[in-house]
């Protein structure tokens, strides 16, 4: 697998995404005291050349909790005992919050004020008039 498919029309090349190992503190039997199996996914997305400018946008907005110190979205497995069950996790985790991050919002349906409430504003703003009116000076 050398590209992340996101979405039919976003695809991530595996070499734009920077995986680091440790040893996890998750199950494993005596694995976890000898092997890295836990993996955090760095993916920069910022200087990435399959996401454009408002795709960019988009996510530093939505996952801007995600982000570390340098700008950078990172995400950790640990949950499997193995090295490549977590590292698919991690993909896994990424592809959604991409999906999620750059979905757009729904169209706010247009409505109208009931007649009620068009009835209530201009009864509202008769009655300041009449307060207005009867503060005025006679011009007698």
């Known amino acids: 697998m050398e590209t992340l498919y996101v979405s039919p029309t976003l695809s991530i090349p ?32 910022v ?6 400018d408002e795709q960019r946008q988009q996510i530093a907005e939505k996952l801007a909790a995600r982000l570390n110190s340098t700008g950078t979205l990172s995400i ?6 193995t090295q490549g069950r977590n590292r698919a996790d991690c993909l896994n985790k990424l592809a959604a919050l991409l999906v999620e991050a750059l979905k757009k919002p729904p169209e706010r349906e247009k409505t109208k004020p009931s007649r009620a409430a068009q009835a209530h504003r201009l009864d509202s703003k008769r009655r300041h008039s009449e307060k207005k009116k009867s503060r005025r000076t006679p011009l007698d």
């Open 76 to 81: 950790q497995s640990e949950r499997f005992r």
């Open 14 to 45: 595996l070499s734009e995404l920077r995986f680091k190992f440790r040893r996890s503190s998750g199950p494993g039997g005596q694995n976890v005291n000898r092997l890295n199996t836990a993996v955090e996914l760095q993916f920069d997305f």
């Open 47 to 52: 200087h990435s050349a399959v996401l454009s």
